[in-house]
């Protein structure tokens, strides 16, 4: 073959290989965000953040399922008055593919229901493990967010699942006994060395002033003691439309879309979409979306 031949032909292959990484990039750059909620204290919030955070980012457009891994007390069902025939421990121990256990909820929500596989999926053998990475692995790239509604405080469990999403956030209310213990959140979770992002929202504040103030507190005495930097996502006021939601079974935002604390989730997606576009883009790395998710959390346990 000429030589010019052979330099056109390399020339072609590189072009080739440039365009297939390309293509690959395009494709893992398709991960899904995983964020957890967390909260020191139980009954802070968390289900309900969880639930109408993903309905709002659902509302601008954005695909987003929701994990329900709280262990104590599963209620993302509930309190939306669905019944799920299966759930994940449906999916680990009899096999049924992970599309037989979402279930849909308002607004293209789509929801994964725990129940008592979320222990199974931290207690899994090699084998399983494989089966699962690649059959909840089929959903990475398919939503935006997976928003993971965790239980409170920093037992083995809940730090497992924090530690394994992509980022974190710490929901407190500003009683002390909640601040204190959204702050060990912070910590356990900022020794383990958790690169992702980490929230806060202040929920139930009497007024927007003291929203601000307990948040930016919060905020200094993280980077002060821990030299940890947070962002503020933002509060919620104390607004009984959230509990009367929570009796009609249905959303609040939904029900009651210019209600204070709707607007105020309203503020907290939209800042957390502003972040996540501001992110300078990043080669997304193996260990995140929700294979990411798996790895990590089926790997910690070892
Ligand atoms: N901003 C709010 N205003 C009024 N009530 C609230 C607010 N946020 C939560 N609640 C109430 O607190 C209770 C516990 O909320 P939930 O989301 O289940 O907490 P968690 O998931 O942290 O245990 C719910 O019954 C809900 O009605
Ligand atoms: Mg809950």
Avoid: W
């Avoid at 967010?145 to 469990?157: E, P, Q, R």
């Avoid at 204190?180 to 929230?199: E, H, M, P, Q, W």
């Amino acid at each position: 073959m000429p030589m010019k031949d052979q330099a056109n032909k390399l020339r072609e292959m590189a072009l080739n290989l440039c365009n297939q990484i390309e293509a690959d990039l395009g494709k893992e750059i398709k991960h899904t965000r995983v964020i957890a909620i967390s909260s020191g204290k139980g009954g802070v919030g968390k289900s309900t953040l969880a639930l109408n955070l993903a309905l709002k980012l659902c509302s601008m457009g954005k695909k987003v399922i929701v994990m329900d891994a709280d262990l104590g007390m599963a209620n993302i069902d509930i309190m939306l008055g669905l019944i799920p025939q299966h759930n994940l421990y449906h999916m680990i121990r009899d096999k049924k593919p992970i599309k037989d256990i979402i279930i849909n909820g308002p607004g293209g929500l789509k929801i994964i229901p725990g129940g008592s596989g979320i222990t199974d999926l931290a207690n899994l053998d090699e084998y399983e493990i494989k089966r699962i990475l690649v059959e909840m692995g089929k959903l990475d790239g398919d939503y935006n967010y997976m928003v993971v509604d965790t239980g409170a405080g920093i037992s083995n469990n809940v730090l497992k699942f924090l530690l394994a999403c992509d980022d974190v956030i710490i929901l407190t209310t500003p009683e002390p006994t909640s601040l204190t213990d959204a702050y060990g959140v912070l910590k356990s979770v900022n020794r383990y060395g958790f690169s992702g992002n980490i929230y806060l929202v202040v929920n139930r504040v009497t007024n927007e002033a003291e929203g601000v103030l307990v948040a930016e507190k919060f905020k200094l005495v993280s980077e002060k003691f821990l030299a940890r930097k947070i962002s503020i996502l933002g509060y919620i006021l104390q607004d009984n439309h959230v509990e009367q939601g929570i009796r009609r079974q249905e959303a609040f935002s939904d029900l009651f879309p210019t209600s204070p604390a709707s607007r105020n989730i309203d503020d907290i997606a939209e800042r957390l979409l502003e972040n996540d576009g501001a992110r300078i883009k990043i080669l997304p790395s193996p260990n995140s979306g929700i294979k990411g998710f798996l790895k990590k959390l089926t790997g910690f346990i070892r």
